[in-house]
């Protein structure tokens, strides 16, 4: 028993391979930067709520959430984000840029944690780049949103929180903590780690006044940061109208939870893991079978009762006319790239499928089936993970702790909960990633036959990997070129025809970067105005002139921009457009 704890301690440090992997995931990031070309000074998505924070600190010296639809603490990220805009002033090529450092650190993090639990170098670096080529993951590292920062610092936290487990160490414990703060500090629910690492700290050294004093310190510090940070915004009157909107959400869902909730959750929960199965389905389909071949009988009865579920719930979304092929969430990956398309007609031509040859359809129709089969099998580590928690020798270290499957099971759950019963888009799936990844790689019989699962994996994984890049590089570039094309027609309309903002419905971004009014409640709660239903429900003044990826009736078409796209599939052009009667 010792000998394997011994040996777990010593497969889980760094060594000479590790450093080699590491600067090749450097490499590979370095490289798909430079394709995609980050550079460009416009928003996306919600990123220019956020990049009116970091506007106010280095041109103000004075931070404040002033966009409507700032719900995230954001603090850190925003004054991150101005450590890149100090020496050439404000942009949002330097607030990219600021992301794919993280973005680059979230991967690094990714194959620590993953050696952590006693992976082998060479799926460790597999699980990185699953991250790292993962569409969701790079294209929002090439935005200025939280969700990359978040899964960056997050994933840093945990790991020394594993650390400061595994070894006992204060230091590494401390490091843990002040990753966590600042975790928070981009994201109110950074508070699920040091709570999670708490119960895992006390599951291990048992209940004792000093034990609970060091399991307690993380969270609490965690909740005395969020109070302080919080009054100190509503008392300099620096929040925002939807400031901690998701958090109000889930305690008024809780309040009122019927039997509708738990249904919601179990359909939201197993989409969720369909999301996940796929984006790590090169990994965990051969790790599974070969697993299977090493299971107990009892096992065996779990990968018996997952399977079903997960069709049954399949089944039932389509007696629901529900949409059966993926993707079924929206907002960040597209069935034709990435999204989202926040132009006038935008939702019309993706609820045409006007971007997707039937070809695609076929494409997703089969990855579907892969990610079903693939959240079979996640259902199956989850439940032999919750089962080793209560039925495995708690002495026995020799494949991965108790404590650790404990820390990993209530990070899932507490990060996974909240917005699990809400409605929550496919970026927020990326924390599971690495964390249901870790539950994977920890499993016995991998540990027991690296070499077999390496023969096996290596050739496929690889393969699935660099087509998954292919796209995941094509489609990122895309959604840029697209971006960039779009305000270069918005800033000509504005300079060379000398057309006022107050004219333009030039997208989401463009009127909330322009015309942002704390008065437009409706526009603030993502709604149409009743009195104004042709118009778009951002904050439009007049739309005399229009950007859009059409004709639309009762415009005239100005000029029309290619977008330059790489993919053979996705929006070709965009049309600047005139109101007939202007």
């Known amino acids: ?160 929180f594993i650390r400061g487990l595994r070894s006992d160490r204060k230091v590494d414990i401390t490091l843990g903590t002040l990753l966590a703060c600042l975790s928070l500090l981009i994201r109110q629910n950074g508070i699920i780690i040091p709570i999670a690492f708490g119960c895992a700290y006390l599951f291990k050294k048992k209940l004792s006044r000093t034990n609970v004093i060091v399991a307690s310190i993380p969270t609490l510090s965690s909740i005395l940061l969020q109070f302080i940070y919080q009054n100190w915004l509503e008392l300099t009157d620096r929040t925002s109208p939807n400031f901690n909107l998701q958090s109000r959400g889930f305690v008024n869902i809780i309040s009122s939870a019927n039997i509708g909730t738990i249904v919601y959750l179990l359909d939201s929960t197993l989409i969720a893991l369909v999301y996940v199965g796929l984006f790590i389905s090169p990994l965990i389909i051969p790790i599974f079978l070969t697993k299977f071949r090493a299971s107990s009988s009892t096992e065996k009865r779990l990968i018996f009762l997952s399977i079903p579920s997960i069709l049954i719930v399949m089944l039932a979304r389509l007696a629901k006319n529900r949409p059966m092929i993926m993707p079924f969430k929206g907002n960040t990956l597209m069935d034709f790239g990435l999204g989202p398309l926040t132009l006038h007609d935008g939702d019309a031509v993706i609820s045409s499928r006007a971007f997707t040859p039937a070809i695609l359809t076929y494409v997703w129709g089969a990855l579907t089936v892969v990610a079903v089969i693939s959240a079979a ?62 539950l994977v790689v920890g499993s016995k019989p991998m540990i027991d036959q690296p070499h077999f699962i390496h023969k096996k994996i290596f050739p496929v994984a690889l393969l699935i990997i660099l087509i998954c890049g292919g796209f995941t590089v094509g489609a990122t570039h895309d959604y840029l070129s697209l971006n960039r094309v779009r305000w270069q027609a918005l800033n000509a309309l504005m300079r060379d025809s000398k057309v006022s903002p107050n004219y333009i419905d030039g997208g989401y971004e463009f009127n909330g970067w322009y015309l942002y009014d704390p008065k437009n409640t409706y526009a603030i709660n993502f709604m149409k105005d009743p009195k104004r239903p042709d118009k778009s429900w951002w904050y439009v003044d007049r739309d005399d002139y229009m950007i859009a990826f059409g004709n639309l009736a009762g415009y005239e078409e100005l000029k029309r921009y290619q977008t330059g796209r790489w993919l053979p599939f996705g929006p070709e052009t965009i049309s600047v457009l005139r109101k007939e009667s202007a």
């Open 377 to 438: 099998f996640l259902i199956y580590y989850l439940l032999t993970a919750t089962r080793h928690i209560f039925k495995q020798p708690k002495k026995d270290e020799s494949v991965s702790p108790q404590w650790l499957k404990v820390l990993v099971v209530l990070t899932i759950l507490f990060y996974y909960l909240p917005f699990g019963i809400s409605t929550y888009f496919d970026r927020y799936l990326l924390m599971l990633i690495p964390l249901l990844l870790m």
């Open 1 to 160: 028993m010792k000998q394997a704890t011994l040996s777990w301690k010593r497969s889980s440090q760094f060594a000479k391979t590790d450093s080699a992997n590491v600067l090749l995931i450097i490499l590979v990031w370095i490289v798909m930067s430079i394709l995609v070309n980050p550079l460009g000074d416009f928003p996306i998505n919600d990123d220019w709520v956020y990049g009116r924070a970091v506007k106010s600190i280095i041109e103000e010296g004075n931070f404040t959430l002033s966009g409507g639809n700032t719900s995230a603490n954001l603090v850190a990220q925003a004054f991150w984000g101005a450590l890149f805009c100090l020496p050439f002033g404000f942009s949002f090529s330097a607030l990219r840029i600021s992301t794919l450092v993280l973005g680059l650190i979230g991967v690094i993090a990714t194959y620590g944690l993953l050696r952590e639990v006693r992976a082998s170098r060479l799926i460790s670096l597999f699980g990185a780049l699953l991250v790292a080529l993962n569409p969701i993951y790079f294209g929002l590292s090439n935005t200025f949103m939280t969700d990359v920062p978040f899964f960056a610092v997050a994933a840093m936290s945990l790991y020394f």
